[in-house]
T-cell receptor, first 111, second 114 residues
Framework: GEDVEQSLFLSVREGDSSVINCTYT??????LYWYKQEPGAGLQLLTY?????DMKQDQRLTVLLNKKDKHLSLRIADTQTGDSAIYFC???????????FGTGTKLQVIP | DAGVIQSPRHEVTEMGQEVTLRCKPI?????LFWYRQTMMRGLELLIY????????DSGMPEDRFSAKMPNASFSTLKIQPSEPRDSAVYFCASSLTGTKYTQYFGPGTRLTVL
């Protein structure tokens, strides 16, 4: 079955690194994603990783994938107050375009 | 591109009334999704369409909810009759085959049922 879990809340100080974790259950996942939701807005794709990769870096963002443990993480370097948002992990499994979203992690950045 | 457009942005209604939420997907996208977001249950997929055809409506809570997609550029989600527990933010999203399944979300409709 498809199930994506995340911790609900993370608080970090401005300038520190943030690490948001996610576990998923479907080993056949092809793509895994991180979406960001700012207050009062819809979700927006932040980055994705293909299942045959271990790591992907994009400026301040680093995605790590451990397929053996079905664990995905998002590291944000030099976290800024503008990074305060809810971050959703998501996985693509099966046919069609359906994506299963996690519970979301609310990141609070303290100035 | 204008992105996914949803209307209204806010809706306040009384219990028992009919509510219709509207969505215009990104032009050319062939998939459309309706989600509901609440504090208690997080983000739930209600239904999705491919080329205007409903593919999976197993997330629709009950018969009070219905969704239609009469053409490629318009979809509605209707709640009749509405109940206070339907209060939530409803999102519409669209995607295009062959683009790594990326979904583009609208700004959402915040529904309050009194």
């Amino acid at each position: 079955g498809e199930d994506v879990e995340q911790s609900l809340f993370l608080s970090v100080r401005e300038g520190d690194s943030s690490v948001i974790n996610c576990t998923y259950t479907d080993s056949s996942s092809t793509y895994l994603y991180w979406y960001k939701q700012e207050p009062g807005a819809g979700l927006q794709l932040l980055t994705y990783i293909f299942s045959n990769m271990d790591m992907k870096q994009d400026q301040r963002l680093t995605v790590l994938l451990n397929k053996k443990d079905k664990h995905l993480s998002l590291r944000i370097a030099d976290t800024q107050t503008g990074d305060s948002a809810i971050y959703f992990c998501a996985e693509k499994t099966g046919g069609y375009q359906k994506v299963t979203f996690g519970t979301g992690t609310k990141l609070q950045v303290i100035p | 591109d204008a992105g996914v457009i949803q209307s209204p942005r806010h809706e306040v209604t009384e219990m028992g009334q009919e509510v219709t939420l509207r969505c215009k997907p990104i032009s050319g996208h062939d998939y459309l999704f309706w989600y509901r977001q609440t504090m208690m249950r997080g983000l739930e997929l209600l239904i999705y369409f491919n080329n205007n055809v409903p593919i999976d409506d197993s997330g629709m809570p009950e018969d009070r909810f219905s969704a239609k997609m009469p053409n490629a550029s318009f979809s509605t989600l209707k709640i009749q009759p509405s109940e206070p527990r339907d209060s939530a933010v409803y999102f519409c999203a669209s995607s295009l085959t062959g683009t790594k399944y990326t979904q583009y979300f609208g700004p959402g409709t915040r529904l309050t049922v009194l």
